[in-house]
T-cell receptor, first 113, second 111 residues
């Protein structure tokens, strides 16, 4: 089955700096890669996603890049703010009729004021 | 829209008891999912459904059952609760099986 590895497990950055979280996936047929943000005591919230026919997608301070050859994708947060502190999860969806997401183990991001 | 709602928010069960976790969505999504999240861990899929009357097992289905009689509701049944089922349970829905929208979760403790 699909396997998704996520690194690092914890990340601390100074406010205003950039943060990068990386995920690798095992199945080359995966076609959808979302990122979720989970704040303490809440459910995960989709913040950005990318499909396999696109190499990069941006939404204000957040961007996701996809390297299909290397089978990895990354979340980039620029100009970090205290409210970016949360746990971030990547996920991948296998193609061909599989409606399930396989999640990474999460990255706890702490923004240092 | 309320989105995905889950009840109860918290519950303490004794070993061997049973309960049903409720999940309702008002977005007319065909796909619904149940996950569990253990402390400091990612999300593990328990069961999912691609439409009313259709359910399938996920990664960790043992000890759980589901039903999907309507598009809106996807209850998760725990039979004979065990301490290993102590976790936070999340329900999610999706329009086409891609982006998923999560509920606020149910925190369950089995003692």
């Amino acid at each position: 089955g699909e396997n998704v590895e996520q690194h690092p497990s914890t990340l601390s950055v100074q406010e205003g700096d950039s943060a990068v979280i990386k995920c690798t996936y095992s199945d080359s047929a995966s076609n959808y890669f979302p990122w979720y943000k989970q704040e303490l005591g809440k459910g995960p919230q989709l913040i950005i996603d990318i499909r396999s026919n696109v190499g990069e997608k941006k939404d204000q301070r957040i961007a996701v890049t996809l390297n299909k050859t290397a089978k990895h994708f990354s979340l980039h947060i620029t100009e970090t703010q205290p409210e970016d502190s949360a746990v971030y999860f990547c996920a991948a969806r296998f193609n061909f009729g599989n409606e399930k997401l396989t999640f990474g183990t999460g990255t706890r991001l702490t923004i240092i004021p | 829209n309320a989105g995905v709602t889950q009840t109860p928010k918290f519950r303490i069960l004794k070993i061997g008891q049973s309960m049903t976790l409720q999940c309702t969505q008002d977005m007319n999504h065909n796909y619904m999912y149940w996950y569990r999240q253990d402390p400091g861990m990612g999300l593990k899929l328990i069961y999912y459904s691609v439409g009313a009357g259709i359910t399938d097992k996920g990664e960790v289905p043992n000890g759980y059952n589901v039903s999907r009689s309507t598009t809106e509701d996807f209850p998760l049944r725990l039979e004979l609760a065990a301490p290993s089922q102590t976790s936070v349970y999340f329900c999610a829905s999706s329009p086409e099986g891609y982006e998923q929208y999560f509920g606020p979760g149910t925190r369950l403790t089995v003692t």
